[in-house]
């Protein structure tokens, strides 16, 4: 496509070309932080990098400024066949640059950390800049922090040399690491060694930090003196130390692959969010070995002693890991695979756990049942969970025959569970997502007080997904991009590249645990195999892996976008092979427990090291072959844990 140049008009009359090299939409204010904020509290706008000829600009507008103005502007393309930047035009919106206030300089000695002055930039005949509206010099930038505050959503703020704050860029839609990657061509982002989601902002032409630069590019021909000129050069420490070094080889050893000729993985830009660490994992991985299925369980009296005693619940669980278990029998084996039932009980112990557990059902159940219309009017909480209640009720597995049509019993006994389950649990009551959990149970056992009790079970092993912080959620899907970026690397360089290596995508399946992407009948199957804790605590990641291993040529061979990522992962639910699956996800968990420099990060994920008894180094010292956890690692499979989310702490940087 051919360039077209369009100029804008200055305040002092001059014609000059101003080039965009960076726009990002979607990216808001938030003029109020609390949680249940009006909409007009965010304000929509497109975050800028002007390149002025004589000074670059990064700038803010909002989306309804942006649209209003009649003034055309140059932008630039990436040209994918050469790697270079042609120019277009595009004429969806079109910013008069002139009416963009611009910042009033604060001398150094200033340290009163106000937020930085405003000043409206008018053009001849323009009218005053937005109140919200900012442009600052790149070399009026101090520093950068990329932060998050919740799942899905970051936020940059920027620091001017002055010490003054510009109000916080929030990217609903993603693109720190696209602006940061832009600003690179100008000037200098070093990480802080104290904090590495902080960027100190060096104009181009400080040699001496140009120079520590350099010398990270480890594969010179200078390398042999590497260590002498980080002791001589202080400003080095500004990258963090030797603990980045790592990251740094990973990026020198990767072609470059943008217009600005620097790895993805410099300046640990590799993922966008959520934060994900970098892992360098130089171990080859072995061939990945067939694994057969088996049939279900089917007898279940021969498991038992006189008494009624499981004889051996690890050979039970091995057995429903590997085939499931007996429609006739699962009403039975999901009490003790939920631990309603202890597995070492006696027949009359079981009738006496059920009696008492009725009976604190059922006071539990008369709590809430008892509140008259007139107190729930004062109860805004459980009036409010009752009104959650109802709308997902109503929504829930409505084409299974259990819960089918007006007037259902299984609909009343689907809303008194999850109401008793509020009284049961009031610090977590009802969150959406928990009638999804509830509703197999019921089906299977189709009596009150065992489907509640099997719930309370399963929610032993869940509850974290549905807590308000939904820090649970976000370790998990940087669980998973750990797992996926050493099983297949050049498929998360992929998603990356398409904005799509936070892996958002599969929130709905860790949320619910792939009950919405399976058949009503192949859910039974695989939470019963879940449950069973086999191979590993975490085997919904593995899982996870298995069904993008499958989809892995159609993405990588696609020109998907973004949008027709997740359009494509939305619809593959009811066309998966439950079957070729699970034994996917049993072969990946092999292939990885047998590679002898499995890196500690994965490890942790798969339940063979644990965080506590050694804290997780940098990625260079990750894999340790004489490690006491390495001689120890077999394929055989622990023990069921209370949780099913493994937390990994976040390794200390060194000095």
């Given amino acids: 496509m051919g360039s077209i140049r369009n100029t804008i008009m200055e305040s002092s009359g001059s014609h000059n070309s101003h080039k965009v090299v960076f726009e990002k939409e979607g990216v808001y204010l938030h003029t109020s932080s609390k949680r249940n904020a009006d909409q007009s509290s965010l304000i929509p706008g497109i975050v800028y990098l002007v390149d002025r000829g004589t000074e670059t600009t990064?700038?803010?507008?909002?989306?309804?400024?942006?649209?209003?103005?009649?003034?055309?502007?140059?932008?630039?393309?990436?040209?994918?066949?050469?790697?270079?930047?042609?120019?277009?035009?595009?004429?969806?919106?079109?910013?008069?640059?002139?009416?963009?206030?611009?910042?009033?300089t604060r001398p150094h000695g200033d340290a009163t950390g106000s937020r930085p002055a405003a000043v409206g930039g008018l053009s001849p005949g323009g009218s005053a800049g937005s109140l919200h509206s900012f442009s600052v010099p790149l070399s009026e930038l101090h520093s950068l922090r990329r932060s998050r505050f919740s799942l899905g959503r970051s936020f940059m703020v920027l620091t001017s040399r002055g010490g003054g704050t510009f109000p916080a860029l929030h990217f609903h839609r993603g693109g720190t690491r696209g602006l940061l990657r832009a600003l690179q061509r100008y000037v200098i982002l070093a990480p802080s060694p104290v904090d590495n989601r902080l960027f100190l902002v060096y104009p181009h032409d400080s040699s001496a930090l140009s120079q520590s630069f350099d010398e990270l590019q480890m594969f010179d021909d200078g390398t042999h003196d590497l260590v002498s000129r980080f002791i001589q050069d202080p400003y080095a420490t500004t990258f963090g130390g030797f603990s980045k070094v790592t990251n740094f080889f990973r990026g020198a050893l990767r072609p470059p692959d943008s217009a600005l000729g620097r790895p993805a993985g410099s300046l640990g830009l590799a993922e966008d969010e959520p934060e994900f660490e970098l892992i360098s994992c130089e171990a080859e991985l072995g061939p990945r070995l067939p694994v057969q299925r088996a049939e279900p369980l089917d007898k279940w009296e021969e498991h038992l002693d006189p008494?009624?005693?499981?004889?051996?619940?690890?050979?039970?669980?091995?057995?429903?890991?590997?085939?499931?278990?007996?429609?006739?029998?699962?009403?039975?084996?999901?009490?003790?695979?939920?631990?309603?039932?202890?597995?070492?009980?006696?027949?009359?112990?079981?009738?006496?756990?059920?009696r008492?557990?009725?009976?604190?059902?059922?006071?539990?159940?008369?709590?809430?049942?008892?509140?008259?219309?007139?107190?729930?009017?004062?109860n805004s909480l459980l009036r409010g969970y009752r009104s959650l209640i109802d709308r997902d009720v109503s929504r829930t597995d409505r084409c299974h025959r259990f819960f089918s049509g007006n007037d259902n019993p299984g609909l009343t006994l689907l809303n008194d569970v999850l109401m008793t389950y509020c009284m049961y649990n009031f610090d977590l009551g009802y969150v959406q997502g928990m009638s999804d959990l509830?509703?197999?149970?019921?089906?299977?056992?189709?009596?009150?007080?065992?489907?509640?009790w099997c719930l309370v079970g399963f929610m032993e092993l869940v509850h974290h997904n549905f807590e308000e912080?939904?820090?649970?959620?976000?370790?998990?899907?940087?669980?998973?991009?750990?797992l996926l970026r050493t099983l297949d690397p050049e498929l998360c360089d992929f998603l990356d590249s398409k904005d799509s290596g936070t892996l958002c995508f599969c929130f709905r399946w860790l949320l619910i645990w792939f009950k919405r992407e399976f058949s009503f009948e192949d859910?039974?199957?695989?939470?019963?195999?879940?449950?069973?804790?086999?191979?590993?605590?975490?085997?919904?990641?593995?899982?996870?892996?298995?069904?993008?291993?499958?989809?892995?040529?159609?993405?990588?061979?696609?020109?998907?976008?973004?949008?027709?990522?997740?359009?494509?992962?939305?619809?593959?639910?009811?066309?998966?092979?439950?079957?070729?699956?699970?034994?996917?996800?049993?072969?990946?968990?092999k292939q990885l427990t047998a590679c002898p420099d499995l890196p500690v990060k994965v490890q942790a994920v798969l339940g063979l090291f644990s965080p506590v008894e050694a804290p997780l180094s940098d990625p260079s010292s990750q894999s340790d072959p004489s490690s006491p956890q390495s001689e120890s690692r077999t394929a055989d499979s622990p023990s069921q844990p209370e949780s099913s989310i493994e937390v990994l702490t976040t390794p200390p940087s060194e000095p």
């Fill in 58 to 104: 990064l700038e803010w507008r909002p989306l309804e400024e942006v649209k209003g103005n009649a003034a055309q502007f140059l932008f630039t393309k990436k040209d994918t066949s050469n790697s270079e930047e042609v120019m277009t035009f595009d004429p969806g919106y079109e910013p008069d640059w002139a009416v963009i206030s611009t910042i009033k």
């Fill in 356 to 378: 008492k557990k009725t009976d604190e059902y059922f006071r539990m159940k008369v709590q809430w049942k008892s509140v008259s219309e007139e107190q729930e009017m004062r």
């Fill in 469 to 482: 912080s939904q820090e649970a959620m976000k370790q998990q899907l940087i669980q998973l991009n750990i």
């Fill in 438 to 452: 509830l509703s197999p149970i019921l089906f299977i056992t189709q009596n009150e007080v065992e489907a509640f």
């Fill in 523 to 589: 859910v039974l199957k695989l939470w019963e195999v879940m449950w069973t804790g086999l191979p590993c605590a975490n085997l919904h990641l593995l899982l996870a892996c298995a069904i993008l291993d499958s989809q892995r040529g159609e993405l990588i061979n696609s020109d998907f976008d973004f949008n027709d990522i997740l359009k494509h992962i939305n619809e593959l639910n009811m066309k998966l092979d439950l079957e070729d699956l699970l034994c996917r996800a049993e072969s990946i968990f």
């Fill in 307 to 354: 008494e009624g005693r499981v004889l051996n619940p690890e050979r039970v669980k091995e057995q429903i890991f590997r085939g499931g278990v007996s429609p006739s029998l699962r009403r039975e084996v999901w009490k003790f695979l939920l631990g309603f039932y202890p597995w070492e009980s006696t027949i009359q112990e079981r009738q006496d756990i059920l």
